[in-house]
């Protein structure tokens, strides 16, 4: 199984701040990683594909970069409604796989 | 957009069959294109990915729960299924299911239907 980590488990920011967030495969997955966030109560919602790629509706704050094993997500101005779990997910291979998750909470 | 809606039983006793049913709208599932998948959730924790179906009916399991798992399609009510036998309080979670399509795994979510093990 490819295992995914994520890190920093947490972290706070402050509105307008730029964020970045990494995770790292324990294999060469190439650019098969994608990416979510998740509010409380609700379901993932799907942000990012193929490592770079903004799914349609997605607001351009939100890049994504990386391939092979290091990857990450950054959003350049925090919104209010940017605080929210994020998690990569690897497209490489089954079992597909996701990393622990990322709380980005209000400083 | 497609829609998808999770229901079933919200409470199973423990060794027994938890059975959940993903309908889907707004789309046929029996596109070529797409493919059907489980991802659940406990209190607090990350996300496992249980499993997909094509509409082939070509099945992919996690290994972790491939032996109790089983997926099934039905084209004529738009819908597709899990069946997780032999259930303990470690599945309980928030049951997903999803839509995929190439690399994209988890395109479209459902809101997710609470499962509760317990006697």
């Known amino acids: 199984d490819v295992q995914m980590t994520q890190y920093p488990s947490s972290l706070s920011a402050s509105v307008g701040d730029r964020v970045t967030i990494t995770c790292r495969a324990s294999?060469?997955?190439?650019?098969?990683l994608n990416w979510y966030q998740q509010k409380p109560g609700k379901a993932p919602k799907f942000l990012i594909f193929g490592a770079s790629n903004l799914q349609g509706g997605v607001p351009s704050k939100f890049s994504g970069s990386g391939s092979g094993t290091d990857f990450t997500l950054t959003i350049s101005s925090l919104q209010p409604e940017d605080f929210a779990l994020y998690y990569c997910q690897q497209s490489y291979s089954t079992p597909l796989t996701f990393g622990g998750g990322t709380k980005v909470e209000i400083k | 957009q497609v829609q998808l809606q999770e229901s079933g039983p919200g409470l199973v006793k423990p060794s027994q069959t938890l059975s959940l049913t993903c309908v889907v709208s707004?789309?046929?599932?029996?596109?070529?294109?797409?493919?059907w998948s489980w991802i659940r959730q406990a209190a607090g924790k990350g996300l496992e990915w249980i499993g997909r179906i094509y509409i082939s009916g070509t099945t992919n399991y996690n290994p972790s729960l491939k032996s109790r798992v089983t997926i099934s399609v039905d084209t004529s009510k738009n819908q597709f299924s899990l069946m997780l036998s032999s259930v303990t309080a470690a599945d309980t979670a928030m049951y997903y299911c999803?839509?995929?399509?190439?690399?994209?795994?988890?395109?479209?979510w459902g809101q997710g239907t609470l499962v509760t093990v317990s006697s």
């Open positions: 294999q060469n997955i190439a650019s098969y």
């Open positions: 999803a839509r995929g399509t190439g690399y994209k795994n988890f395109e479209d």
């Open positions: 707004g789309g046929a599932i029996s596109s070529d294109s797409d493919y």
